[in-house]
């Protein structure tokens, strides 16, 4: 099973976009109760952004399923930041 640590995965956004989000208004989009993993598929790059396919295990309704989302990436000051669009 996946473990999810949403503090951990916050600081993934990008400055931008925490300064837009808080910690407490992104906890709760995450429906982190239906993930049980997940994997990168797919992922196309230019010179500073990703486009990132994951593949999300999920469970609900006792039906698990696959689904793709996608992820933008992008590299500002040499780190690489997500692009979050909530």
């Known amino acids: 099973m996946l473990q999810l640590n949403v503090e951990v995965a916050y600081q993934f956004i990008s400055p931008a976009g925490r300064s837009l ?3 407490k208004d992104y906890r709760p989009r995450i429906n982190a109760g239906f993930w049980r993993g997940a994997k990168v ?3 196309a790059c230019s010179a500073e952004t990703c486009e990132v396919t994951v593949l999300v295990d999920m469970f609900v309704e006792n ?3 696959t689904n793709p989302i996608k992820e933008t990436w ?3 000051a040499g780190k690489w930041w997500f692009v979050y669009q909530g």
């Open 21 to 23: 989000l808080s910690l």
């Open 41 to 43: 598929g797919e992922v």
């Open 63 to 65: 039906v698990k399923f």
């Open 74 to 76: 992008i590299l500002d």
